[in-house]
């Protein structure tokens, strides 16, 4: 089965911290997501990545970067947090046909 | 630009009842179409999946849906609702022209009353 993880299910942080979310896939796929879901609002992309070092915006991508230094290792970075980034925030590697696979998710908090 | 309506934000239904989740979508070409269902807390796990074919497709949980082109559609049916089917139920829709990139609609919750 496809595994994809993320490092906190939980997270609370202060605003103006620099924030690290880490996912991490285990099927070798090439493209990964990250996506953020609020009530209301569905998933949002922020970032994708077709490959290593390689990265294109989303439809949300201010205040957000990502690092892809490794195939399996998809990182979000919240520069400066906000507390307009409270949030879920879901990670996804896709495999065939846009078909994506998602981790649990993690619950930010910004205080 | 592709986008996927959900019409229905909420909706109850009593366990045993037939089930039927709205999703329409709009995009030029011949869509990639996904059924996802997030459990409280949870990331999201794929349902079923539309990419060619037969227009009915069968996914987990005794889900289906059905692909209407004319119609723009691909609702969700489940003849008889458990309990633990109570959940959000999200809509996308992709595309080879889209690159790797899926829409999602904005998600419908589904109560089951005992």
């Known amino acids: 089965d496809v595994k994809v993880t993320q490092s906190s299910r939980y997270l609370v942080k202060r605003t103006g911290e620099k924030v690290f979310l880490e996912c991490v896939q285990d099927?070798?796929?090439?493209?990964m997501f990250w996506y953020r879901q609020d009530p209301g609002l569905g998933l949002r992309l922020i970032y994708f990545?077709?490959?290593?070092?390689?990265?294109e915006k989303g439809d949300i991508p201010e205040g957000y970067s990502v690092s892809r230094e490794k195939k399996e290792r998809f990182s979000l970075i919240l520069e400066s947090a906000s507390t307009n980034q409270t949030s879920m925030y879901l990670c996804?590697?896709?495999?065939?046909?846009?078909?994506?696979?998602f981790g649990p998710g993690t619950r930010l908090t910004v205080l | 630009a592709q986008s996927v309506t959900q019409p229905d934000i909420h909706i109850t239904v009593s366990e045993g009842a037939s089930l039927e989740l709205r999703c329409n979508y709009s995009?030029?070409?011949?869509?990639?179409l996904f059924w996802y269902v997030q459990s409280p807390g949870q990331g999201l796990q794929l349902l079923l999946k539309?990419?060619?074919?037969?227009?009915l497709v069968q996914g987990i949980k005794g889900f289906e849906a059905e692909f209407k082109r004319s119609q723009s559609s691909f609702n969700l049916r489940k003849p008889s609702v458990h309990w633990s089917d109570a959940a959000e139920y999200f809509c996308?829709?992709?595309?080879?022209?889209?690159?790797?990139?899926?829409?999602f609609g904005t998600g419908t919750r589904l109560a089951v009353r005992p």
């Open positions: 996804a590697s896709r495999t065939t046909y846009n078909e994506q696979f």
């Open positions: 099927m070798d796929h090439e493209n």
């Open positions: 990545s077709y490959d290593v070092k390689m990265k």
């Open positions: 995009y030029g070409a011949t869509p990639y």
């Open positions: 539309y990419f060619s074919g037969d227009t």
């Open positions: 996308a829709v992709g595309a080879e022209s889209s690159g790797d990139k899926l829409t």
